[in-house]
T-cell receptor
């Protein structure tokens, strides 16, 4: 099946620094990617929808200036956590839509996730 | 807004037995898609099974099958002949039609498989 890769899989940073997480679709072109956040023992909460070549659409309550999303190519979306604080520590998961799988709406494939720890 | 509810935070099943995970959802749409995802300890989400709302026939994938009750807005997952590798978090999810539509997840059910 289709593969979505996230990098890094885990990262530790100091408070106040910025961290970039990459999400790549390895064998398909994804015009739409989604970024989720997952706290321990909780569900996935959608943060934003990343559209290739245009601005991301953020969910209510998600700070656009803090969580910068760039979808510059059909195979890469990045999430940058700016001026990170300990409360930003979480598991971040991306999902990419393969338009050639799963019928008319396309199939969503998930990356392995990235665990961010802010000290 | 659509909501997805999983009322069972944890379930346990013996190996080789059958277990059913519950899911209900709320929507005003008539056309939509429902999914069950598995999240093992590795944390990568894996699609288990999907159901199109316009299809009356329940979806089946090997040992996994669903009971889709559209009028009741219920979408349960049955795992037959449970295996140790089935132990994971299971999330029910809803998706509207549309190429850019997002997944709305339930709160998840942790499934334990015992010997």
């Amino acid at each position: 099946g289709a593969v979505v890769s996230q990098h890094p899989s885990w990262v530790i940073c100091k408070s106040g620094t910025s961290v970039k997480i990459e999400c790549r679709s390895l064998d398909f072109q994804a015009t739409t990617m989604f970024w989720y956040r997952q706290f321990p023992k909780q569900s996935l909460m959608l943060m934003a929808t990343s559209n290739e070549g245009s601005k991301a659409t953020y969910e209510q309550g998600v700070e656009k200036d803090k969580f910068l999303i760039n979808h510059a190519s059909l195979t890469l979306s990045t999430l940058t956590v700016t001026s990170a604080h300990p409360e930003d520590s979480s598991f971040y998961i991306c999902s990419a839509r393969d338009p050639k799988a799963g019928g008319p709406i396309g199939e969503l494939f998930f990356g392995e996730g990235s665990r961010l720890t802010v000290l | 807004a659509q909501t997805v509810t999983q009322s069972q935070p944890e379930m346990s099943v013996q190996e080789a037995e059958t277990v059913t995970l519950s899911c209900t959802y709320d929507t005003s749409e008539s056309d939509y898609y429902l999914f069950w995802y598995k999240q093992p300890p590795s944390r990568q989400m894996i699609l288990v099974i999907r159901q199109e709302a316009y299809k009356q026939q329940n979806a089946t994938e090997n040992r996994f099958s669903v009971n889709f009750q559209k009028a009741a807005k219920s979408f349960s997952l049955k795992i037959s002949d449970s295996q140790l590798g089935d132990a994971a978090m299971y999330f029910c999810a809803y998706r509207r039609p549309g190429t850019a539509s997002k997944l709305t997840f339930g709160t998840g059910t942790r499934l334990q498989v015992t010997l």
